[in-house]
């Protein structure tokens, strides 16, 4: 068994668990103030894929920053001119989106998505 694929069930493990704690009835609210569910497609693969991650927000901007970038490829689908994604469950509510990702000077990751009005 190599790191990588020690790593990546430890972090399957994780998103088990974040996604339990934002179901929960009684913490659930505030455990979903700061994370949120996205779902997307891979570009190569055609999969759809679901992944817990933390962000903020700003009006129609949604940001949300990739820690360990290097070891996680999922934001590696809105490089370049980016694509279309859904945040389950924002605002009550599925929201649609056109996310970029961007690597800074540092190595730093965020991924930017600018919400679709509210159908």
């Not at 360990?68 to 370049?80: E, V």
């Not at 945040?87 to 800074?104: E, I």
Request: glycine fraction near 14%; hydrophobic fraction near 40%.
């Amino acid at each position: 068994m190599t790191v990588r694929s020690v790593v990546r069930r430890g972090v399957a493990l994780v998103n088990l668990g974040v996604t339990a704690l934002m179901d929960a009835p009684v913490v659930g609210r505030l455990v979903r103030r700061g994370m949120v569910e996205i779902r997307y497609t891979g570009r190569r693969s055609g999969q759809t894929f679901q992944t817990p991650v933390a962000y903020r927000r700003s009006g129609d901007q949604v940001v949300i920053g990739v820690s360990a970038p290097d070891l996680k490829t999922w934001w590696r689908n809105f490089g370049g001119d980016g694509g279309p994604i859904t945040l389950l469950g924002l605002d009550g509510a599925d929201r649609t989106g056109h996310a970029v990702s961007r690597r800074d000077e540092r190595g730093a990751v965020t991924v930017t998505v600018t919400l679709d009005p509210p159908s």
